[in-house]
């Protein structure tokens, strides 16, 4: 019997292995990444709250732009800005929704393809990343009832 536990405590692991294996498993399993890849052209990222909506659209370094635009505090269906203007190429878009309400922010081509869109949110501020050619482009929020209500804009791009 001896000899069975002398064999059982040489092919049981040793608890320091274990526990170094485990170890390693889990940071290997925090190294991934948790975002989804698609082919689209626009990304979103989450920004505070405190961003308040500007007019103005600075040139990037890429020839793009960065504007902003909010849904009504008060909560009315439609936008701070109806009208947004940008340089062709990287434009990032900043939508706020300070409003009880939720919205969001989709961009689409004057035919009607959407572009891109923000994902739906009341409370905070999100961004809107796409490549966009010189035109004219509509904005709108896509929450029923928001666009026919009047959630819309234009949005042009030179």
């Known amino acids: 019997m001896s000899s069975r536990l002398a064999f059982a405590a040489r ?19 925090g190294c991934g990444s948790s975002s ?5 052209s626009s990304t979103e990222t989450q920004t505070p ?3 308040a909506p500007t007019t103005s659209s600075t040139a ?10 909010a849904a ?3 909560g009315l269906l439609k936008f701070t800005q109806s009208t947004l203007s940008a340089k062709a190429g990287s434009v990032s878009i900043s939508f706020t929704n300070s409003a009880p309400l939720q919205h969001n922010l989709t961009v689409a081509t004057a ?3 959407v572009l891109g869109a923000t994902a739906t ?23 029923p009832g928001h666009r026919q209500a009047g959630m819309e804009g234009t949005l042009t791009v030179q």
């Open 11 to 29: 092919t049981r692991p040793a608890p320091k292995l274990a526990l170094f294996t485990l170890t390693g498993l889990l940071v290997l399993a």
């Open 36 to 40: 989804k890849s698609t082919s689209s």
């Open 49 to 51: 709250a405190a961003a």
């Open 60 to 69: 990037s370094s890429s020839g793009g732009s960065t504007i902003s635009d």
């Open 72 to 74: 009504n505090p008060e």
């Open 111 to 113: 035919s009607g393809s």
């Open 121 to 143: 949110f009341a409370g905070g501020t999100r961004v809107l990343a796409l490549n966009l050619k010189p035109g004219t482009y509509k904005f709108f929020c896509t929450v």
